[in-house]
C-alpha cells in the first residue's frame, strides 16, 4: 500500500508513540491513499484511544518525538476531541482524533494492521471508511467515498454501512446519510 513519502515518514515516527497510548487507527486521505484511491492530501488523520486519558502528557511525549502542537488550547482540545500538530521533519500535519465511545470503538476494533511502506499501521476498515466520508459530506470526501466503492463495491457489506447510517441518521436527528451513500452507489454500474 503506498501513501505520500512524507506521509510514511510521519506514519513511522508516530507509530512508535501511539503504541504506547492506546488503540489507534489511520482514517482520511492517507488511508483513501492506501487504500488505492488516487488522491493528493497535505495530512495525516488518526484517530487514538488515548489511555490513559492524559492529553497534556501526551502532547509532551509527541513533542519528544518531534511532534509540535498546533493549537495550543486545552479548551480546543476539551471542545473537539481533536489535537492538531505538525510533524517537524516533514512539516506536514497530523490532526489526532481523540476516542470516544460507541461508533468509534467499533472502528478500533475493525482496524486491521497493514504494512504501509514497511511500517505497521491499523488501518481503518474500508466499510468504516466509506461510513466516515458519508457522514463528512464535504465535497472532497464523497469524491473519496465513490473512488472507495468503485474499487471495492463487491467486497463491501452494505446492509453494514446502510445499518450504521440508518443508527447515525437516528442519533444526529439527520435523514440525508442514506440518500447519499444510495447516490454514491446507484452512480456506479454493478
Avoid: N
Avoid at 77 to 87: A, D, G, K
Avoid at 117 to 139: N, Q, S
Amino acid at each position: 500500500m503506498q501513501v505520500q513519502p512524507a506521509a510514511l515518514d510521519l506514519l513511522t515516527a508516530l507509530s512508535q508513540v501511539l503504541a504506547r497510548w492506546g488503540r489507534w487507527y489511520l482514517f482520511g486521505a492517507q488511508a483513501v491513499i492506501a487504500y488505492g484511491v488516487p488522491r493528493l492530501s497535505a495530512d495525516v488523520d488518526v484517530t487514538l484511544q488515548l489511555v490513559p486519558d492524559d492529553p497534556e502528557r501526551f502532547v509532551r511525549d509527541m513533542e519528544e518525538a518531534g511532534f509540535a502542537v498546533r493549537v495550543d488550547d486545552p479548551d480546543f482540545v476539551r471542545r473537539t476531541r481533536v489535537i492538531p500538530f505538525v510533524h517537524l521533519a516533514t512539516a506536514m500535519p497530523l490532526d489526532v482524533v481523540l476516542a470516544g465511545s460507541g461508533l468509534e470503538d467499533e472502528f478500533l476494533d475493525r482496524a486491521r494492521e497493514t504494512d504501509i511502506g514497511g511500517t505497521t499501521v491499523p488501518l481503518i476498515d474500508t466499510e468504516d471508511l466509506v461510513i466516515a466520508k458519508v457522514l463528512a459530506a464535504r465535497p472532497k470526501d464523497l469524491e473519496d467515498a465513490r473512488g472507495l466503492w468503485h474499487l471495492y463495491r463487491r467486497k463491501l457489506d452494505v446492509d453494514r454501512i446502510h445499518r450504521t447510517l440508518r443508527l447515525l441518521e437516528e442519533a444526529l436527528g439527520q435523514s440525508d446519510l442514506l440518500p447519499c451513500f444510495e447516490s454514491i452507489r446507484d452512480r456506479e454500474p454493478e
